[in-house]
């Protein structure tokens, strides 16, 4: 425990100094309260907490296909396995639950849990509840289910095509929304603009990945109670109320509880809901608590992503490069289903689509289309990633277009200093702000010139070397009116007005006179506690030391509203903000006492160093605990009317917060920050490697409680940042098979990957939050992506960059020509060659040829004769007739150790005997689908035939999601294997196949052939 | 993500090895480090009856040079070789490929021979022993058998190992006078699959290329030293040869690229440095 010893030393040594120092502890880089516990192992993450003797764990069974129909579900062989107490379906949620609200008016169903059909790989199907989780796992093999595939819709733009398969047919297409919007006179600036420049981008699905994942533990109270849950969930808490009405109780029957830390939120953890409800009616069906902790893969595949985007962005430009409007089309691509509170991500940032940019004319399109991936939800930065690299790689084209200087582009069309408050034409109330200054300071702190010089050297080297630049307006503290920018101002005046950003915090001084905050943020492992006890400390003139911080909310017990939780960077500017409201009101209750006490005015006294005195007397002091112990210990000694106790709840919302007007304008957030960041980078020409040579970004977070705290946030979201810029995907195949199931296939930055930024702050106070303090938590996540596009970009000289801006993907953007392959030595190739080829995210089509030492005749004849045939494929045991040419079998495919033993069909057609045919297998195993279909054609050759194959592949379920990068290899093992078999049973060899360890197993147990 | 169940054996002594192998047959697994095999195991990809730990069997934990080779036996992990401090003299190749493999918590746990017997054809320990033409020892309970790296891999994590058999040590040839080695690799990020990683190897009349990554085991070309001028083709050629394959993250013309332009690069180096 040296480290520990060392570490509590450091704090005493800082917290001493602190103690001695004079000021406000407000503004201080405090350590973290929270770390003595988390760096020696003693957090309390969700998983850590005990539950109740006799809880039960749960394992969900994952849809393999993208699209199908549920036939049937069999769960009688998995109920009766040892250990096993239930299995819940689609029937027990029809029969307890209600689908989810949704955000958009359509005729749409959004289940927790896979009703009659699946739309995506990883929705669940079944919940199979047992006394621990192997159990559960292992019985996962045992629920049968049948499904009738259909075709996916995986692309979005084809997907909102009229050809597409349609996800809900009662919708009738997969565009859910489709909303145009129009601020100034957009169209008449178009019209008289000098240039038109625009761009499409494509923005990749990815996501912002915690260490934890989910966790949820439910129990179904009796006497009607309802449910009482523990989870990681994170807010917002509208979404309370969603999964109430789901699980049809009243939300007072909804207990959700919450632990004390948090191996990260970022967004995601707003999708623990769906699951909440769903474990709500495990643990009815079971009759027992159930516990259930998400692991990796499920992660991965199923939890959330932030909706990829495909955006056409238009700016009307003045040749000096002057905006003079704006015009965008976005669609979201939100997965599978409209899961609350989407369509959110694409109205996030509505009010404030112009930037930082003083534009007045803008035009909007919003669509949202469905596919058949997992439903999309929140991801910190959401919606600003998506948004500024469209507007942010569109003002460097305009520089590039218009022979401008990028940064002079920018510096142009900054909102100017004396224009605060701004009101920008969609909306947004900026209240704050200096975009000059904070661009000079990133361009002197972050000495651009050296990099102008560095750019210089190396381009006349011959080196690829590039500076981008994002200006950014980061919103926070989300008004909760925002999301209903969706429905036209009719249906809004139908619904209701929404508005406001509540937060809520509970003060309360005990009667020894010790404090204790309860605030409504729940835990996501920023240092709520830290900056919370350095608010209080300030206000009541204490050191927050004194004060404890409980973030463990009780929906039962503790003070919350919708608008609660851990997202939209709402901490600083509402949470803290709430919590100083609070705290003042405690320390006007005491300022009587005391002024009572001194027969002195209220208004002189003042609060320090744990005590209270009369400006006017300063010797006379109060000991703070004395005066705050009057209200428990002797409430008869108050002043006159004075209540007892000590302890005040703030609900605290912005007033600028208001609903959207009948013009559709919104002020989306509360609070709006300002970005400017300067990346370098270097591109390696032989092998397309970005190396970040400098990275500067440069914050206004107006007032900040704590700078380390606030620079942990401007870390972690340049790390989270660098990872969609270069590495972050969640790839789908055209089938809309998963293909990102571990993290070696989801590749994340590690610290070898993440420079270190250089931080500049400057701190304009926002008007409308009570310490001045704006977000700081996603602005990063926002600048960085098209930053360092921006960069890459200005390096390779191409307008198309996309993300992520891999190795190979910025080698293909260098366009070298390759050197055709020796013809001669392709024929040369060994006794079979085969082509994989995936382009971008097609199926896997392999072609080769194999030479057999037998006539076509023999080779035709080997493929007619079941039982020939049945030995010729690879692991096949048991191969039994259907039809005439229609083959059940039992195929156990292995490749090294892994090893999946398929339920397969096998079908010959296209007969041409002996020059060809179509040779197709399909399989269904616990690893998921694997379906081949293909032509095979003879021709007679020298010695033999010449055997030439072309197959598309698809395979699903586990293996395609975590076996990726070896799928290719895997296949053409397995086609070789194939076809070396037909030929050497087709000249007669005898094949003597090494027993499979199927067989061997049975064997051993003394069942095998 | 848990396993299905599985027996463990503590394997103290070889001959516990054995009467695993009598018990369970082929349904028993080697566990060494586990570095890869037990990600697969509780992914449910591999569902072995028995895992046969031998990490803490003695008569395998030893690594020395013998009879012109490093040999390494198959309890000993990754680190110890990498910090043995002679390897740079002994065995440059593993020395320069060393830091390319994954990171360092889990050399401290993954063995070489270990990595050697899964056959990834992107892990660097196979490619280094294919590129130095070291051997393979397979001991099973009627005896031994050594085989030359090029016959051990036979693909796609798919080796030579018949049931019954495990590998008892591998051999890595030390550095011959005057041969050069160099070692390069392309990941995604650092300690990842290589997408292509590269061993050059020059004697005085000869050099060859091994590569990893990009076929289903690592495949070997050897040029005589006056290939010089003729390399890029040679490598065009080579390059073709592999027959490179795509993945979500890489595609093949990438691959292809990469065997060409670093393969270039180090084969250049190489030569430029054994002239002077």
């Known amino acids: 425990m040296v480290g520990y010893e060392y570490y509590s030393r450091k704090a005493r040594d800082m917290s001493s100094e602190l103690v001695n120092e004079s000021g406000p502890h407000v503004g201080r880089r405090a350590l973290r309260v929270e770390d003595a516990a988390l760096l020696t192992g003693r957090g309390h993450y969700a998983d850590d907490v005990g539950v109740k003797p006799g809880t039960l764990q749960a394992a969900i069974l994952r849809a393999p296909h993208a699209h199908a129909e549920i036939v049937s579900i069999d769960t009688a062989a998995a109920e009766q396995l040892p250990g096993v107490r239930a299995v819940l379906t689609g029937a027990d949620v029809r029969q307890w639950a209600a689908p989810f609200p949704v955000g958009v008016h359509q005729p749409m169903e959004h289940w927790c849990m896979a009703i009659d059909k699946v739309r995506y790989v990883g929705e669940p199907v079944a919940v199979v509840i047992a006394e621990d989780r192997y159990l559960a796992e292992d019985a996962l093999d045992f629920v049968e289910v049948q499904y009738r595939q259909l075709p996916a819709a995986v692309d979005p733009e084809a997907a909102a095509g009229a050809q597409a398969p349609v996800l809900h047919e009662a919708v009738g297409s997969n565009v859910v929304t489709d909303r145009h919007f129009s601020y100034g006179d957009p169209d008449a600036a178009f019209e008289a603009a000098e240039h038109c420049v625009s761009l499409t981008i494509h923005y990749p699905r990815n996501s912002t990945t915690p260490i934890e994942g989910f966790v949820v533990v439910a129990e179904y109270l009796a006497g009607g109670e309802g449910y009482d849950v523990l989870s990681n969930f994170q807010g917002p808490f509208a979404i309370h109320t969603v999964v109430a009405r789901a699980l049809k109780v009243g939300s007072s029957r909804l207990r959700l509880r919450f632990v004390k830390d948090s191996g990260g939120s970022f967004g995601v953890k707003q999708a623990v809901s769906t699951y909440v409800a769903l474990l709500c009616l495990a643990a009815r069906k079971a009759g027992a608590p159930v516990k259930w902790v998400e692991d990796r893969y499920e992660h991965l595949m199923a939890s959330a992503a932030a909706p990829n985007r495909v955006t056409t962005i238009e700016a009307a430009v003045q040749a000096d490069g002057t905006l003079a409007a704006l015009r965008y089309d976005q669609m979201d691509d939100c997965g599978a289903y409209l899961r609350a509170p989407e369509p959110a991500t694409l109205y996030r940032m509505h009010g404030i689509m112009t930037g930082a940019y003083r534009v007045r004319n803008l035009a909007v399109r919003n669509r949202v289309v469905l596919t058949n991936k997992t439903p999309s939800a929140l991801v910190r930065g959401f919606g600003g990633p998506q948004m500024y690299f469209a507007l942010e790689r569109l003002m460097q084209r305009i520089a590039v277009e218009l022979d401008l200087d990028p940064l002079e582009v920018i510096r142009r069309n900054l909102i100017q200093p004396d224009a605060f408050p701004y009101r920008a034409p969609a909306g947004a109330l900026i209240g704050s702000g200096n975009y000059q200054e904070s661009l000079a300071l990133a361009v002197g702190r972050g000495n651009l010139d050296e990099l102008l010089q560095r750019r210089q050297a190396a381009r006349a080297a011959g080196r690829l070397y590039g500076i981008g630049y994002a200006a950014v307006v980061e919103p926070s503290i989300s008004n909760m009116g925002y999301i209903t920018t969706v429905m036209t101002a009719e249906a809004r005046a139908k619904a209701g007005p929404k508005n406001g950003a509540i937060a809520s915090a509970t003060v309360s001084v005990d009667p020894l006179g010790c404090v204790t905050v309860i605030i409504d943020s729940v835990p996501g492992g920023q240092g709520h506690r830290t900056a919370t006890a350095q608010v209080v400390a300030d206000v009541l003139g204490l050191v927050p030391e004194d004060i404890i911080v409980n973030t463990e909310l009780d929906t039962q017990k503790d003070a919350w509203s919708i608008a609660a939780g851990n997202y939209s960077s709402r901490f600083a500017g509402a949470v803290a903000g709430s919590v100083h409201v609070a705290a003042l009101r405690i320390r006007e209750k005491m300022a009587q006492i005391a002024a009572d006490t001194l027969q002195a005015p209220p208004d002189t006294i003042q609060f320090a160093g744990g005590t209270l005195y009369s400006s006017e007397a300063p010797d006379r002091r109060l000991r703070f605990h004395r005066v705050a112990g009057l209200t428990h210990w002797s409430p008869g000694s108050l002043p006159a009317d004075m209540q007892p106790g000590l302890r005040e709840t703030v609900f605290w919302s912005p007033p600028q917060a208001e609903a959207p007007d009948d013009k559709d304008v919104i002020n989306s957030s509360a609070a709006y920050g300002f970005i400017f960041d300067i990346c370098a980078v270097e591109v390696d020409r032989a092998t397309g490697q970005v190396r970040i040579d400098r990275y500067v970004t440069s914050h206004d977070a107006g007032c900040l409680l704590n700078p380390a705290l606030a620079e942990g946030q401007i870390r972690g979201g340049f790390a989270q940042g660098l990872g969609a810029a270069l590495l972050e995907e969640y790839r789908y195949g055209a089938d809309g098979s998963f293909l990102s199931g571990t993290l070696a296939d989801y590749l994340m930055p590690t610290a070898c990957e993440v420079p270190e930024p250089i931080i500049v702050h400057l701190e304009t106070p926002s008007p409308y939050t009570p310490l001045g303090a704006k977000g700081i938590g996603e602005g990063n996540n926002m600048s960085t992506p098209v930053c360092i596009a921006n960069a890459v970009a200005d390096a390779l000289g191409v307008a198309d960059v996309r993300l992520p801006l891999t190795p190979s993907r910025v080698h293909a953007l260098l366009a070298e020509p390759e050197p055709e392959p020796p013809s001669a030595e392709a024929s040369r190739a060994p006794a079979a060659s085969a082509d994989g080829s995936r382009a971008g995210r097609d199926t896997l089509r392999m072609s080769g040829t194999v030479q057999l030492a037998a006539p076509p005749e023999r080779v035709y004849a080997v493929l007619m004769d079941p039982d020939a045939l049945a030995s010729v494929i690879p692991g096949c045991h048991a191969l039994e007739q259907v039809d005439e040419h229609t083959y059940r079998a039992e195929v156990t495919i292995g490749i090294g150790v892994v090893k999946a033993r398929y339920q397969a069909q096998v079908t010959l057609s296209d007969l041409d005997p002996p020059h060809g045919l179509s040779l197709g297998g399909k399989g269904m195993s616990a690893l998921g689908t694997a379906q081949g279909s293909g032509t095979v054609r003879l021709e007679p050759m020298a010695g033999g035939t010449r055997l030439a194959y072309d197959y598309d592949i698809a395979v699903s379920g586990k293996v395609a999601a975590v076996g990726s990068r070896m799928l290719e290899g895997a296949a053409k093992v397995i086609l070789q294997q194939l076809f070396e078999r037909l030929g050497r049973k087709a000249s007669g060899e005898t094949i003597v196949a090494r027993p499979s360890w199927w067989r061997r197993l049975l064997a051993f147990l003394g069942i095998g052939r | ?276």
């Open chain 2, 1 to 276: 993500m848990k396993p299905s169940a599985f027996d463990y054996v503590r394997a103290d002594r070889v001959q516990d090895i054995f009467d695993a192998f009598g018990h369970y047959g082929a349904e028993a697994r080697i566990l060494a480090g586990g570095q890869s095999l037990m990600a697969m195991v509780n992914y449910r990809l591999a569902r072995p009856k028995a895992l046969v730990d031998i990490s803490r069997c003695a008569e395998l934990d030893y690594m020395h040079v013998r009879d012109g080779h490093l040999v390494v036996g198959a309890a000993v992990t990754q680190a110890r070789v990498q910090q043995r401090e002679a390897l740079a003299r002994e065995v440059p190749l593993l020395h320069l490929a060393f830091p390319y493999i994954s990171h360092f918590q889990i050399r401290s746990r993954g063995t070489v021979c270990g990595s050697i017997a899964h056959a990834d054809p992107s892990a660097e320990l196979p490619l280094c022993l294919a590129a130095l033409q070291g051997s393979v020892v397979l001991r099973s309970k009627s005896g031994r058998r050594t085989l030359a790296a090029d016959a051990f891999f036979t693909g796609m994590l798919m080796t030579a190992i018949e049931d019954g058999e495990f590998i008892e040590e591998v051999r890595f040839p030390l550095a011959a006078e005057g041969h050069r080695y160099r070692f390069d690799e392309v990941a995604l990020r650092r300690g990842d699959f290589a997408i292509v990683s590269l061993a050059v190897v020059a004697s005085a009349s000869d050099v060859a290329l091994t590569i990893g990554g990009v076929a289903d085991r690592p495949v070997t070309r050897r040029w005589p030293r006056s290939v010089a001028g003729d390399l890029p083709a040679a490598l065009a050629a080579f390059a073709w040869d592999l027959q490179a394959q795509s993945d979500p993250h890489v595609s093949a013309a990438y691959r292809r690229h990469l065997v060409r332009t670093l393969g270039q690069r180090l084969i250049t180096e190489v030569l430029d440095e054994t002239v002077s």
